[in-house]
């Protein structure tokens, strides 16, 4: 069933919504370079000499930002908005009586784009060697393989957790709302905009609780190769991906009884 | 002994609205408390629909005819009362019943806007399982049927709306499904475009013998499709039987126009106790009751001097009208 499921209906899903993004191709580079809030980051951390006090040297925090730039590139979701939009236009509609879950439509849009945006981050990252030579590092093939898998868990949770948000349309209408409210933590609490490690010791404990660290600190320091706990990291982003998948089942089921197949 | 596919009961759907008072002071008392009424759109129906059959359904605008369709698909979730369709309980959206049905929303589309509707067809033949083969075997029939074969490779923005809506069509009947329940289909169509659709629909109903469930604001639509209409009005079911026996019910008269040598024909006709409708120099019109045409015609013939007469049956439009504004035909 699941290999069926993946050959003819992702794959297909894939194939069109890769082919659907290259006609937005430059709308895509631009939102690969509006992602650089890391590197200002680190201009931030470095022009203050911040990273004194985590005992990160300069290499190893240019490294840690660049790999945060490239797993945001990998793991950005937008989910609730375009359910949003496509619930209150009634595009929901025709989706929801076919033999395929609507919301692998939206996987695969989220997975076509970021094949589409690689070669732009590549390019992104080519000039941030050029600005930085000493931060150029080749990772070992063993770690860049967990870093990708640790990437892809974190794109996993949060197309969940937006997933779940997004179900919310069929109650409020208005769920991108909660989805900026959720927008606050995950800024600060992923390493966005500074490593997990930098915070005090007793709110570190409580940050590592939630899903936010293992959305971009933890893949980032793995792929850096920043001492980071390997095993703790995966397994917490494995769990929060079992506990976010019933959710999200169970908010879908509820919600699609309440849909009222809006501007349709 | 054809079989009952579609098996209605009961049913019942409601609304929660939310309503508020005009002006500052109605938003602002909107704003701190929220006053919601429930608001029942169908109230109590039931009918049945067999295999193959095509069926209208006619009413005015928020009369509940589209919400009727979407329970029927099991797009949204009936308050009360029990749906059945070919055997299934279509709220439950199980893939064997998704694999039989299709509704088509006009101007609703499921065609990805910037790629060829050939993608989409490709997506959708994988969605319901269908190989490349198969998937291209089927594009070809129902091009052909539809006559698109030049537009399955042009971006569907660049489509004309009739194109588009052909694709739309193509798109939701890739996985040849039994049921279609189609909500306004020819939808700001222009009138050639209109009449193709309804001949392909009629094809394909013949072909494979597909049940219909249509609701069109379009006369031409349901009298050239549907045998059988049902009649919704606020909600219930107003009518529910043969299309040619609701429009004798409520066009139990025809209108005679008599030309006639001159006024003094005009007046002895009007003298010998038909019903007037108008009259002029030298013409009149008479009406007549439907099951009293031929009787009457021959009295008028054998006896009055007549020129040349015209039997008009009132417009399909202006009966359909009355169908939207009136409750209640058995009675």
């Given at each position: 069933m699941i290999?069926?499921?993946i050959k003819r209906k992702i794959f297909t899903l894939l194939k069109v919504q890769y082919s659907n993004m290259l006609e937005y191709?430059?709308?895509?580079?631009?939102?690969?370079?509006?992602?650089?809030i890391p590197f200002f980051m680190l201009n931030i951390w470095t022009n203050n000499d911040l990273n004194a006090s985590i005992n990160m040297?300069?290499?190893?925090?240019?490294?840690y930002f660049l790999c945060a730039f490239f797993v945001r590139q990998f793991s950005v979701v937008w989910v609730v908005f375009s359910f949003e939009e496509d619930s209150l236009m009634g595009k929901v509609s025709p989706y929801l009586i076919q033999p395929l879950n609507p919301f692998f439509r939206y996987f695969a849009q989220h997975l076509a784009e970021q094949i589409t945006r690689f070669p732009f981050a590549l390019i992104i990252a080519c000039f941030f060697f050029i600005f930085n030579p000493e931060s150029i590092w080749i990772p070992n093939l063993s770690i860049l393989f967990l870093s990708i898998i640790s990437t892809f868990l974190s794109f996993l949770i949060q197309f969940l957790i937006q997933s779940i948000v997004a179900c919310i349309c069929f109650w409020t209408e208005k769920a991108s709302s909660i989805e900026r409210l959720l927008f606050i933590p995950t800024l600060f609490l992923s390493g966005l905009l500074a490593p997990v490690v930098s915070f005090p010791e007793?709110?570190?404990?409580?940050?590592?609780?939630?899903?936010?660290?293992?959305?971009?600190d933890f893949p980032a320091n793995l792929l850096s190769g920043n001492a980071t706990n390997i095993s703790g990291g995966f397994s917490m982003q494995i769990l929060w991906i079992l506990l976010l998948f019933p959710a999200f089942k169970k908010i879908w089921s509820k919600g699609t009884k309440k849909y009222t197949a809006m501007g349709s | 002994m054809v079989k009952n596919i579609i098996d209605v009961e009961r049913l019942s759907k409601s609304f929660d609205i939310s309503s508020r008072e005009p002006g500052l002071k109605g938003t602002i008392k909107h704003f701190f408390r929220r006053k919601t009424k429930s608001l029942k759109v169908i109230k109590n129906i039931s009918f049945k629909i067999k295999e193959g059959e095509i069926v209208g359904f006619l009413g005015a605008n928020g009369a509940g005819k589209t919400t009727i369709l979407k329970m029927l698909?099991?797009?949204?979730?009936?308050?009360?009362?029990?749906?059945?369709?070919?055997?299934?309980?279509?709220?439950?959206r199980k893939d064997n019943f998704l694999k039989n049905i299709t509704l088509i929303m006009g101007q609703k589309q499921q065609l990805i806007w910037d790629l060829p509707p050939i993608e989409s067809f490709y997506l959708n033949a994988s969605i319901y399982d269908?190989?490349?083969?198969?998937?291209?075997?089927?594009?070809?029939?129902?091009?052909?049927?539809?006559?698109i074969d030049n537009e399955l490779y042009?971006?569907?923005?660049?489509?004309?709306?009739?194109?588009?809506?052909?694709?739309?069509?193509?798109?939701?009947?890739?996985?040849?499904?039994?049921?279609?329940?189609?909500?306004?289909?020819?939808?700001?169509?222009?009138?050639?475009?209109?009449?193709?659709?309804?001949k392909f629909l009629q094809k394909y109903n013949e072909e494979t013998n597909a049940t219909i469930c249509l609701t069109s604001h379009y006369m031409k639509d349901i009298t050239s499709l549907c045998k059988r209409v049902i009649c919704v009005h606020n909600g219930s079911i107003s009518y529910d039987g043969k299309l040619d026996l609701l429009l004798?019910?409520?066009?139990?008269?025809?209108?005679i126009l008599l030309v006639c040598h001159s006024e003094k024909d005009v007046l002895q006709i009007e003298n010998s106790g038909f019903t007037v409708k108008n009259k002029t120099k030298n013409e009149i019109t008479i009406k007549v009751k439907n099951n009293s045409i031929t009787s009457s015609l021959k009295t008028i013939l054998n006896n009055f001097d007549i020129e040349d007469l015209y039997i008009n049956e009132p417009p399909i439009d202006e009966i359909i009208g009355k169908i939207l504004i009136k409750k209640d035909y058995d009675t």
């Open positions: 290999p069926n499921l191709r430059v709308e895509i580079a631009l939102w690969a370079i509006s992602g650089i040297s300069d290499i190893m925090l240019s490294r007793y709110v570190k404990s409580w940050i590592y609780l939630t899903p936010f660290p293992y959305l971009i | 698909c099991g797009l949204i979730y009936p308050s009360e009362g029990t749906i059945s369709v070919s055997g299934h309980l279509p709220f439950r269908l190989d490349k083969n198969e998937a291209k075997r089927r594009i070809r029939k129902l091009s052909d049927m539809l006559e042009i971006p569907v923005r660049k489509l004309s709306l009739g194109q588009r809506m052909k694709s739309e069509l193509l798109a939701a009947l890739i996985h040849e499904p039994n049921i279609l329940f189609l909500d306004e289909p020819t939808l700001g169509l222009d009138i050639n475009a209109q009449r193709n659709l309804r004798k019910k409520l066009t139990p008269v025809k209108e």
